[in-house]
Structures are given as structure tokens and as C-alpha cells.
């Protein structure tokens, strides 16, 4: 018997640092909060490091941040889903039309009276996950190979359309719910010139050191060696942002529990009504367990990286889309770990036949 048909059926377990990731943000807040009152001249020392909107210690950090799952999307994989264009095209339709959407219905039946918290959740529906959705779609036993496919045009379409779907919803769409005159005056140039500094840079470093180095070094060095050396960076880089933000304006700390409930609220909603919808598509579609599960996930989950870059570089570092940005990962943890048990009763229920597949 092969390694990979001994494991079937072997539930795969998360990693420490991913298993933890709540505690290290909430962590992280509560050390950004003790700078902020022990240290009071950090604020100023912090921002003294900034050249017009971008603050470079922030800026670094963010780039960092994305690097690492940018990495490990390998394009050649893309061909392979497309022997499935059903699936494809429901996946990116539900993906990118009804997620976002949804998403921007949910924050104003809940934030309406918080402008910026309200803005900070329509910019985190914006663009479906391309980091953690791995991990979510492995521990589900999800299609491994469809999840990657998902990933690189997830991914490509983030690099070219985040700008105008960002400017759609922010500055069409907003005012004909009646929030025109609510929102901050945001321009195309300005959100693409955000999206190009924090997406576009990792995304042009990640795609040259995964050609030089798979050419340099070999397809096996780079997976087993380049890859979990770069993986913590994007965890690393995300509790940076934190402490900084949280050290700049620590008197959040008074309304952080009462305002964490009011995000995450919306967001489990999200992330239950959009697993639950994609799943039951691709059912009806006809699809296998590992393609349900994989495209379920890729449905749910969000890029919360780029959520918080674009709510620094347009809104800035204390504003409240980027405290909401830092909020989303707190909640999506636990609730996609939730939901990765959801998978198996789901499996077990309309799927007790099946076999996963090498």
C-alpha cells in the first residue's frame, strides 16, 4: 500500500502556528496597547517613518505579508480546472459576484451607523482568500490540485480588477443605499496605486523567485526548503502590523470587545451562508466531496491581507477599516475550523460512499 493511500482517511491536524493564530492576535493587540501606554513616544517615533500616505515600516511589513502564499501558486496548474468549466465558472460566480455582494449587504443591515467598520467589511468581501484557504481545503481533504487552480486566477484577478470592484462598491454602489455623503471620497488612482504597492510588488517578487529558484535549485528543494522557510513570514509580518497599529492608537482597547462582536457578527454569517451556498451548488452540479469541499472553502474564506493593506494605504494605519481588516482574521479562524467540521458531517451525510481519491 502506498504512503498516500495509508493516510486516507487520517483527518489531518493544523499547524501550531496556524492552530494558535486567535491567540497570537489577540496577542499581538494586547502588547501594540502596553507599548502604546508604557511607551508614549512610540506613536510619534512611528510615524516620523512615513513619506506621504505610506508609513514604510508598515508598508514592508504588508508586502512581506502577502509574499509567502503568492509563492505557492503554481500557474501551471490552472489548465487542470478548466476540464471542469461548470464548476469553474459557478465557483467564480458565486466567488465573485454574490460573495461580494452579500458581503456589502451584511455590513450595512449591521455597521450602517459605523461608517468606517461598515467600509472596512465591504473591502474585506472584496477579494476571496489566497493564503489560508490551503490549510482549510487540506484539513477538509478538499481537491488539492482544483484549490490551486482557484488560487492562481483568484489571484490574477485580484492583481487586475480589485481597483474598480473596490471603487464600484465604495463609490457606486454605497450611495444608492442611501450612504452617499457617509463615505470617504475614495479615487480609482488612489486604490489602484494601494493595490499595485501591496499586491502587485509580492506578486512580481513571489512569481520571479518561484521561476529563478525552481530553475536554480530544483522543483523538490524549493518545496521542501524555500516554502516553510517563507510560510511564517506572512504570520510574522501580520502580528507586525498589529502591535504597530495597536501601539499608535491604544485606546481602542475600550471599545475593542463590544466592537470585535459587532464585526464578527456579519462575518460568521458570511462565512456560513457562502460555504453552505457553494457546497450545496457543486452538489447539485454533480461534484465529488474533495471538489465541493475545496470550492466551498476557496467561497468562504477571504483575503484578509489585502484588506488590511488597502485600509492603511487609502484610509490609514488608525483608521477604523484597518482596525476591522485586523479583526477579520480573529474571526475567520475559529469559524473556518468550524466549518472544516461541517465538511465531514456534510461528507458523512451525502457522501457516505465516497473514496478520496490519490
Known amino acids: 500500500m502506498s504512503t498516500a493511500a495509508a493516510n486516507i482517511g487520517k483527518k489531518k491536524k493544523l499547524g501550531f502556528l496556524d492552530k494558535y493564530l486567535t491567540l497570537w492576535i489577540f496577542s499581538a493587540m494586547l502588547i501594540g496597547v502596553l507599548v502604546a501606554y508604557f511607551i508614549p513616544s512610540a506613536s510619534t517615533t512611528i510615524q516620523s517613518f512615513s513619506k506621504g500616505t505610506i ?10 505579508m502577502m509574499y509567502p502564499p503568492l509563492t505557492k501558486i503554481d500557474f501551471s496548474t490552472l489548465k487542470d480546472i478548466f476540464n471542469k468549466p461548470k464548476l469553474l465558472f459557478v ?6 459576484v454574490i460573495g461580494p455582494f452579500l458581503m456589502f449587504l451584511l455590513s450595512i443591515i449591521f455597521l450602517k451607523e459605523h461608517v468606517e467598520y461598515m467600509t472596512g467589511l465591504i473591502i474585506i468581501g472584496l477579494a476571496p482568500c489566497i493564503a489560508m484557504v490551503i490549510v482549510w481545503s487540506e484539513l477538509a481533504e478538499g481537491n488539492r490540485a482544483f484549490t490551486a487552480g482557484l488560487i492562481g486566477i483568484n489571484s490574477l484577478l ?3 480588477f480589485f481597483s474598480l470592484y473596490a471603487y464600484f462598491y465604495l463609490e457606486i454602489m454605497l450611495p ?3 450612504m452617499k455623503g457617509q463615505i470617504i471620497n475614495v479615487s480609482i488612482p488612489e486604490i489602484a496605486k494601494t493595490v499595485g504597492l501591496y499586491l502587485g510588488v509580492p506578486f512580481a517578487a513571489a512569481m520571479l523567485s518561484r521561476f529563478t529558484l525552481l530553475k536554480l535549485k530544483g522543483e523538490k528543494w524549493f518545496h521542501q526548503k524555500f516554502i516553510p522557510f517563507v510560510s511564517p513570514i506572512t504570520l510574522i509580518a501580520l502580528l507586525f502590523t498589529i502591535v504597530v497599529m495597536f ?3 491604544g485606546e ?3 471599545n475593542i470587545p463590544l466592537d470585535v462582536l459587532k464585526v464578527a457578527i456579519p462575518l460568521v454569517i458570511y462565512f456560513a451562508v457562502m460555504f453552505m451556498l457553494m457546497f450545496f451548488t457543486a452538489k447539485f452540479l454533480g461534484s465529488n466531496y474533495r471538489d465541493s469541499a475545496s470550492v466551498s472553502f476557496t467561497a468562504a474564506g477571504n483575503n484578509f491581507e489585502l484588506a488590511i493593506a488597502v485600509s492603511i494605504g487609502v484610509f490609514g494605519i488608525n483608521s477604523g477599516q484597518a482596525f476591522v481588516g485586523v479583526v477579520g482574521p480573529l474571526v475567520e479562524v475559529p469559524a473556518l475550523i468550524a466549518l472544516v467540521n461541517v465538511a465531514f458531517w456534510l461528507k458523512k451525510k451525502y457522501y457516505p460512499t465516497h473514496q478520496a481519491s490519490i
Open 55 to 64: 508609513n514604510i515600516p508598515i508598508a514592508i511589513g504588508l508586502i512581506l
Open 252 to 254: 481602542m482597547i475600550i
Open 91 to 96: 465557483t467564480l460566480f458565486v466567488t465573485w
Open 176 to 178: 444608492l443605499f442611501g
Open 247 to 249: 501601539s499608535l492608537k
Open 158 to 160: 485580484q492583481v487586475f
